[in-house]
């Protein structure tokens, strides 16, 4: 798109254009610049051209995502020339600048301010602006739609895995306390939203940092400890989805409230791996717990639990039979949803000095063969389903014809319950339907 107004015109309301890249915590991190961006009176351009100043949210997990993450400020340089770079990437500025010395400021993950004082100093304003006039979807990211909200309850992680170097991009865990994360949701759910997606590093250890401290809301205490918070978020009338849950023996404390429709029956817990070995190697937390008898545990408490998951291949060292290991697990623990990545050097990263790396063809290999396993049992899982009942949440509507999601699905990263003849429905409604097939991911429903 072309702008008909010069940018320099006098009184012409200031845009930024936006990219967001990474994970649903850096769009958090994304959404609060935007929001305060709006109420200060810039509008959001969809395009480079008509934007007065560019910002990239970077991610720096992984040597690809780090490609991308440059590759995306060099496009926004040559196409704008006027670029602000932040996120977990930003924490290397040296590396930034050296490949891009023409960006205007460099700054790390978390540090909305200093991007929005950036902004105001490279793209000022004329004028006030009405902030709710002229809002349209930016450049590179998907804007939460309003039925939906991620709620973010800490920051950074104290884990030392080895393939890991967010703590040193993002810090050491820093809670929130309970009642400002429940003042934000019972704000967010006010306005409309009907889902909560509760995110941190690691969910299980919120409050640790703070010795769980008692904190005050609605006039009463509640502790900042994640049972605690999650039995409050239960009382707002919304879906409330755990993400980022590593699997420590507190967690068991949430399966009743799952089971009681407090919280949704649903838990992302990035495993990683299943052979103890290699989990070992890796330096994860709750290495040494038996996450099949966990499992075991919370389905046996709540039947319906979904479970999502990632796992890496190829690591360092990794065997044929660690391998098998793993594919054994996977079998085992009929886990609902999957992601699998193929093992990569991150800079920083103590798995880089492992010996025995596992060949590229081999990662390939490995990475096909458990996506195969797994579409195996997803497939068995979903066509369990057909028959059934559930609640949906509705995100798309296109005539009589309806994109929706279960309890078992997070946005974008899991299935959807496509719902066929029912006019008249909205995004954001929640209703009953009758699941009538499956595929190898999504369900096919009627409503009821």
């Known amino acids: 798109m072309t702008t008909t107004e010069p940018r320099d015109a006098p009184g012409r309301q200031r845009r930024v254009g936006f990219v967001s890249l990474g994970c649903p915590k850096a769009l958090v991190d994304s959404e609060r610049i935007l929001t305060q961006l709006r109420l200060d009176g810039y509008a959001i351009s969809p395009s480079y051209e008509d934007a007065d100043v560019v910002v990239v949210n970077t991610c720096g997990f992984i040597d690809s995502a780090r490609a991308e993450s440059l590759d995306a400020i060099g496009e926004a340089l040559d196409a704008n020339g006027k670029v602000i770079v932040t996120g977990c990437l930003g924490a290397q500025a040296g590396l930034i600048r050296a490949l891009h010395p023409k960006v205007l400021s460099v700054t790390g993950p978390q540090q909305y301010e200093q991007v929005v004082g950036a ?84 969910t299980s250890a919120y409050g640790a940092d703070l010795r769980y401290r008692e904190d005050q809301w609605r006039g009463q205490s509640v502790r900042t400890r994640l049972t605690e918070l999650c039995e409050a978020l239960g009382t707002l009338g919304a879906w409330v989805r755990l993400h980022y849950v590593y699997p420590y023996p507190h967690v068991d404390e949430l399966l ?69 290991v793993l594919l054994d697990f996977l079998r085992e623990a009929q886990l609902d949803r999957v992601g699998c990545f193929q093992y990569s050097d991150v800079e920083g990263a103590a798995a880089n000095a492992l010996p025995d790396p596992v060949p590229v063809a081999v990662k390939a290999e490995r990475e096909a063969e458990f996506m195969a396993v797994q579409a195996e049992i997803s497939r068995g899982r979903l066509a369990g389903r057909v028959g059934r009942e559930l609640e949906v949440l509705v995100d798309e509507v296109a005539g009589a014809t309806a994109v929706a999601r279960s309890y078992a699905d997070a946005p974008d990263i899991d299935g959807l319950v496509h719902i066929e003849h029912a006019p008249g429905l909205r995004p954001g409604q929640r209703l009953r339907v009758r699941v009538t097939g499956s595929s190898d991911h999504d369900l096919f429903a009627q409503r009821v």
């Open 256 to 324: 009743p409230l799952m089971a009681d429709g407090k919280v949704l029956p649903y838990l992302d817990v990035p495993f990683q791996h299943g052979s103890p070995r290699i989990l070992k190697a890796m330096r994860r937390p709750a290495a040494a717990e038996n996450n099949l008898e966990r499992i075991h545990g919370w389905r046996a408490v709540c039947p319906e639990l979904a479970i999502r998951s990632t796992f890496i291949v190829g690591f360092p060292g990794e065997t044929e039979q660690d391998f098998e």
């Open 119 to 202: 902004v105001h100093e490279h793209a000022p304003m004329d004028r006030r602006h009405d902030p709710f006039t002229d809002l349209v979807p930016p450049q590179g990211i998907k804007l939460t739609p309003r039925h939906y909200a991620y709620l973010k309850i800490s920051e950074g992680c104290n884990h030392k895995c080895s393939f890991c170097i967010i703590p040193s991009m993002r810090g050491k865990l820093a809670s929130r306390l309970a009642g400002d994360v429940l003042g934000e949701a019972q704000r967010l759910v006010a306005a409309g939203v009907q889902e909560l997606l509760v995110i941190s590093q690691d």
